[in-house]
């Protein structure tokens, strides 16, 4: 398959999905669903050049330092960091790119994603101020918060169905601006769900991408995935995401046992080292 994407006979596109499937990777998992980058940060000009590296993310830094302003509390975190009982590895990140909860709320207007999310939610939806309802909104998000270090799911690159709100669900309204979420608000240089999904893939099988995605691929399949290239990477994680942190066969407290697979299975898995 590496050789196949080296000498471009399969897309970027097909290339991430086999990788994702060689690691454990499935759509019958929301706990280890497929998972895709980040490709673009220009999300407010009229037009999307894609002959501009300026409009594409910075694919050889994990989603949580590609602003440099998060760089220096995430590490700070990290060095500061200290188990008392001595069992939790040090970690940039508490959280992950992807887990259940973040599959979710990306897809929370398409069933049988919207009732997945009402049983998360104990019977409603969130409040609006936390759903997915802007593109530009969900980027400045991640920019401004380096707890916030969601990558995107394949349906971005080919599903505009999940932008629109087909079934006029009741999401509620925003609590400042009073906008009632509905549709997915998308960049300027999008006129349809269909044309943001035509131009983002264009964007992703982009002569810029192709040459930068293996940076990315090190960080969550490869060898910047653990150990000492991830610390310095700022790609570290809590330990119970990565495969055989913990042996829950070991575990003999059936309570404990239950906690840590509770733990495992919302706040995301790293896929296996390939």
């Not at 690691?23 to 999300?43: E, H, K, M, S």
């Not at 407010?44 to 050889?60: G, M």
Request: negative net charge; aromatic residues 14%; proline residues 5%.
């Amino acid at each position: 398959v590496l050789q196949k994407w080296v000498n471009r006979e399969i897309s970027n596109f097909d290339y991430l999905i086999q990788l994702n499937t060689m690691a454990g990777r499935t759509y019958n998992d929301l706990a280890q669903y497929p998972v895709f980058p980040w490709i673009l940060q220009d999300y407010t000009s009229e037009d999307l050049d894609l002959n501009n590296p300026a409009v594409f993310r910075d694919l050889s830094k994990p989603i949580g330092v590609v602003n440099e302003k998060n760089a220096k509390a995430v590490k700070e975190k990290y060095d500061n960091f200290e188990d008392p009982l001595g069992m939790i590895d040090k970690f940039h990140y508490g959280t992950h790119y992807s887990n259940a909860a973040g599959v979710m709320h990306y897809l929370i207007r398409v069933e049988p994603f919207t009732t997945l999310h009402i049983q998360l939610q104990s019977g409603r939806f969130d409040c609006a101020d936390r759903q997915f309802h802007s593109i530009p909104a969900t980027w400045q998000a991640l920019m401004d918060n380096p707890n916030d270090v969601k990558e995107l799911i394949p349906e971005f690159f080919y599903f505009p169905e999940f932008l629109e709100n087909q079934n006029g669900f009741n999401l509620g309204q925003l609590q400042i601006s009073k906008e009632v979420v509905n549709d997915v608000v998308l960049p300027k240089w999008a006129h349809s769900p269909e044309d943001f999904i035509y131009k983002h893939r264009r964007a992703l099988e982009s002569e810029y991408v192709s040459a930068h995605l293996h940076e990315w691929i090190d960080l969550i399949f490869g060898y910047k995935q653990r150990g000492p290239a991830a610390v310095e990477a700022l790609n570290v994680f809590y330990y119970c995401t990565y495969e055989g942190a913990v042996d829950l066969d070991a575990l003999t407290d059936e309570k404990e046992r239950k906690a840590l697979e509770g733990m495992i299975n919302n706040f995301g898995q790293t896929p296996c080292q390939l």
